[in-house]
C-alpha cells in the first residue's frame, strides 16, 4: 500500500508540474505586446495589393478596411489585409 501512496504522490508532482508549464505558456501569451502584430503603411499595402493610394483611400472612406493614422501616416494591421483577401477569396471550384 505504501508503493501504491509513492505512485500516487509521483502522478500527482507530474500533473502539478504540467500544469505549471500550462499556465507559463498562457501568462505569456497574454502578456504579448500588441505590437507582435505586424502593422504595414500605405506603401506597403499599395504594393502589396497592386492598387494606387487613392483606391486605398476609398477602401478606408467606404470601411472596406480598417486602418490607423497618427499625423499625416496610415497603418493596416497585416491581419486585417488577410481578412479583406479572405472574404474576396473565389473558389474556382464553386466559380
Known amino acids: 500500500m505504501n508503493s501504491k501512496l509513492i505512485l500516487e504522490q509521483a502522478d500527482f508532482n507530474e500533473i502539478k508540474s504540467t500544469l505549471k ?9 497574454s502578456k504579448s505586446s500588441p505590437l507582435t502584430e505586424q502593422w504595414l503603411d500605405n506603401q506597403d499595402i499599395s504594393n502589396l ?7 486605398l ?20 494591421k497585416a491581419s486585417d489585409v488577410e481578412k479583406l483577401l479572405l472574404k474576396h477569396y473565389v473558389n474556382v471550384k464553386n466559380y
Request: aromatic share 12%; hydrophobic share 35%.
Open 21 to 29: 508549464k500550462v499556465l507559463n505558456v498562457i501568462n505569456t501569451l
Open 57 to 76: 483611400q476609398n477602401y478606408r472612406d467606404n470601411g472596406i478596411i480598417p486602418f490607423s493614422q497618427i499625423g499625416g501616416k496610415i497603418y493596416y
Open 49 to 55: 495589393l497592386h492598387v494606387s493610394k487613392r483606391t
